[in-house]
């Protein structure tokens, strides 16, 4: 296990890791993910959506959705069709409070500095019972390099993410195991030493090839009411509500 960062600034990594990525990438349906079952009720219920950090892998319905991220290819393609697009950082959104009754976050708050004001900005651009999907890594002990070169300041301790989610007004009504990250510690660690080496290649191939795969291979989503057992979970999606 190697160490997460404890005083290094990632905000450039995470730039040129996600501009590099999306601008040889091909935009993915949101139909496609496991997500769609669960996403599709609640966007049929929700006028007004705003998702965070989608890159080119949205997950809400892309026309007249409002989208938020750090990325210009990636906002170019979601206006393209027909995405309502800004460029912000999760910690600072210009949006008024309260207009959103369906937020979804994903796979971000682990890439901010200031998780604590990333958290508070969703809870008030979100409505009173508004929706709000989160997905984050687990678990300080399971950092491996992965975690580095995708631009991750932090692996959760379950408890002080349910703290933080709590203490910002934000109840868990659901949640399952999630990630789409490889299982097996050699292809894992290829595909690091392959992104380090050649970074421009293995986008490719990633983009082209393993994405493609990785979206087959997908299982269903186990939902449960309230929290999963996190013992062993490598990231978990929490589906909650703005109290």
């Known amino acids: 296990m190697t160490t997460p960062p404890t005083t290094a600034n990632l905000d450039q990594v995470n730039q040129q890791f996600y501009d590099g990525l999306w601008s040889s990438a091909r935009l993915v349906e949101p139909e496609r993910f496991n997500t769609w079952p669960i996403v599709e009720t609640l966007a049929a219920e929700s006028e007004h959506r705003l998702e965070l950090g989608p890159g080119l892998r949205p997950r809400l319905p892309i026309p007249e959705t409002c989208f938020a991220d750090i990325s210009e290819p990636?906002?170019?393609?979601?206006?393209?069709?027909?995405?309502?697009?800004?460029?912000?950082?999760?910690?600072?959104?210009?949006?008024?409070?309260?207009?959103?009754?369906?937020?979804?976050?994903?796979?971000?708050?682990?890439?901010?500095?200031?998780?604590?004001?990333?958290?508070?900005?969703?809870?008030?651009?979100?409505?009173?019972?508004?929706?709000?999907?989160?997905?984050?890594?687990?678990?300080?002990?399971?950092?491996?390099?992965?975690?580095?070169?995708?631009?991750?300041?932090?692996?959760?301790?379950?408890?002080?993410?349910?703290?933080?989610?709590?203490?910002?007004?934000?109840?868990?009504?659901?949640?399952?195991?999630?990630?789409?990250?490889?299982?097996?510690?050699?292809?894992?660690?290829?595909?690091?030493?392959?992104?380090?080496?050649?970074?421009?290649t293995a986008m490719r191939y990633y983009n082209r090839l393993f994405m493609p795969i990785a979206l087959k291979r997908q299982a269903k989503l186990q939902l449960v009411d309230g929290w999963i057992e996190t013992d062993g979970v490598d990231e978990v999606l929490l589906v909650c509500r703005k109290a």
């Open 74 to 200: 990636a906002l170019e393609a979601l206006a393209e069709r027909g995405g309502l697009v800004s460029r912000a950082a999760i910690d600072a959104l210009p949006f008024d409070d309260d207009c959103f009754d369906l937020v979804c976050a994903l796979d971000i708050i682990e890439h901010v500095a200031d998780d604590e004001a990333a958290i508070s900005e969703i809870a008030r651009v979100s409505q009173p019972g508004a929706t709000i999907m989160f997905s984050t890594p687990l678990h300080p002990e399971y950092w491996t390099p992965f975690d580095e070169i995708v631009g991750h300041y932090r692996r959760y301790p379950p408890d002080q993410l349910k703290q933080m989610l709590g203490d910002a007004g934000i109840e868990v009504q659901r949640s399952a195991i999630f990630g789409m990250k490889p299982k097996s510690s050699w292809l894992l660690d290829f595909g690091m030493w392959f992104l380090k080496t050649h970074p421009k």
